[in-house]
């Protein structure tokens, strides 16, 4: 293939995917953003119109002028799978190279099981034979983890049982595509960098709620994901001095006192909820006007508050998104986070947005399909040959004259 043909493919590869993470872009937006005149634009444009990847939309609004002409990807053309795997269960997306979800399925899993490897394959490539898509790129799994070596895939993971295991090799073997993994935090941060609230700002925190309480850092465009892909492990920033043992081994992290089960530890000491139920009891009766279940979660927000404030005095975040099971109760959460926040941040910073969105399962499999949909935009290579194999793939389908 000639050099100059390269060049083109790589173009309209980029082209597809600035649209596929920003949305309908105007070709002054693309020429731009991806710093090719418009001429070329123009002539690059219309080969992906006649290829039908691209299709021509509604005019954007614009102060004085022509209304610039919006072209967005051709629904149906490429897409990626995404799977959230948590101790006992699978969940699968897919999802178009727009963030739009196509298809889910959630399906019993045992991590723990000595078959559990050959089901997740077995369950991963029986989804990806019934795509909704003419193409698809790639498979980004998300789990709560850390993936050793992302070429090969190994992964380790105390939650599911999991040492040293060859996930993104049998993964590849059994599908046939590219395979990405990551943390499950850093996935949900990406996805909501592409088409969350995160979309269009640069810096920002993803905090997640739950079992554990996570942090994903956008810092630059980019998610930060630290030396050994650990970065934002907010859970374990050191609160009390003689605190409880955390999970981790030390003591007194922030997740030891404010985690779901020291949540129902405490309100079952208290008597607030008896002695077999869980979170969603407490957050009922705290939903009753209960002021003990309501004091309960206003002083975890009030520690959550004043651990996010010294993350964002480090990091200067123009947003906070939080998300996770636990935000379901954000209302009472935030009676101790927002004064804790306000009152702990510099005052530069005291203005800082702080967004809620509403808990969908699906979210965290989405997040693990945009490690896929979002490696055509990786310039710093972080997804190594995996990302290189997407963006061939990417590339391939796009190219009109493969010769
Ligand atoms: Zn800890």
Do not use: Y
């Amino acid at each position: 293939m000639a050099i100059s043909s390269v060049r083109t493919d790589t173009n309209r590869a980029a082209i597809l995917a600035h649209i596929g993470a920003h949305g309908a872009s105007s070709r002054a937006d693309l020429a731009r953003s991806l710093g090719l005149s418009p001429a070329l634009i123009t002539k690059l444009t219309r080969d992906l119109l006649g290829d039908g990847l691209l299709t021509e939309l509604e005019h954007s609004p614009s102060r004085g002028g022509r209304p610039a002409q919006l072209l967005g990807l051709t629904a149906g053309s490429f897409g990626a799978i995404g799977v959230k795997v948590a101790p006992d269960h699978l969940t699968l997306v897919e999802v178009g190279l727009g963030g739009v979800v196509t298809r889910t399925a959630t399906e019993p899993f045992d991590a723990g099981h000595t078959m559990a490897l050959a089901r997740l394959t077995d369950t991963v490539s029986d989804f990806c034979a019934n795509s909704t898509h003419t193409n698809l790129l790639g498979v980004g799994v998300g789990l709560p983890g850390n993936v050793l070596e992302q070429s090969a895939g190994v992964v380790d993971s105390t939650q599911l049982g999991w040492s040293q295991l060859p996930l993104g090799l049998a993964l590849r073997k059994a599908t046939g595509l590219p395979v990405l993994i990551d943390n499950n935090v850093n996935a949900l941060a990406l996805a909501e960098s592409l088409f969350g609230t995160g979309r269009g700002h640069d810096n920002f925190l993803v905090v997640t709620i739950g079992t554990g309480i996570g942090a994903g850092i956008v810092a630059g465009g980019a998610v930060v994901r630290g030396h050994s892909g650990n970065a934002g492990e907010i859970g374990h920033i050191p609160v009390a001095e003689n605190g409880p043992r955390c999970q981790c081994g030390a003591l007194g992290c922030l997740e030891s006192l404010i985690g779901q089960s020291a949540l129902i530890e405490t309100a079952r000491r208290e008597g607030v909820i008896g002695a077999d139920a869980g979170i969603t009891a407490l957050a009922t009766v705290a939903s009753g006007a209960n002021e003990a279940a309501q004091r309960i979660f206003a002083e975890a927000g009030h520690l959550l508050g004043r651990a996010i404030a010294g993350v964002v005095n480090t990091l200067d975040p123009e947003l906070i998104v939080i998300l996770g099971e636990g935000a379901e109760s954000w209302t009472h959460w935030s009676m101790g986070f927002e004064p804790a926040l306000r009152a702990s941040v510099m005052s530069r910073k005291r203005g800082i947005e702080v967004a809620v969105e509403g808990w969908q399962d699906d979210r965290w499999a989405q997040g693990a399909a945009s490690l896929v949909l979002s490696t055509p935009f990786d310039a710093d290579g972080v997804s190594g040959e995996q990302g290189r194999l997407v963006r061939a793939r990417l590339i391939d389908s796009a190219a009109s004259d493969p010769s």
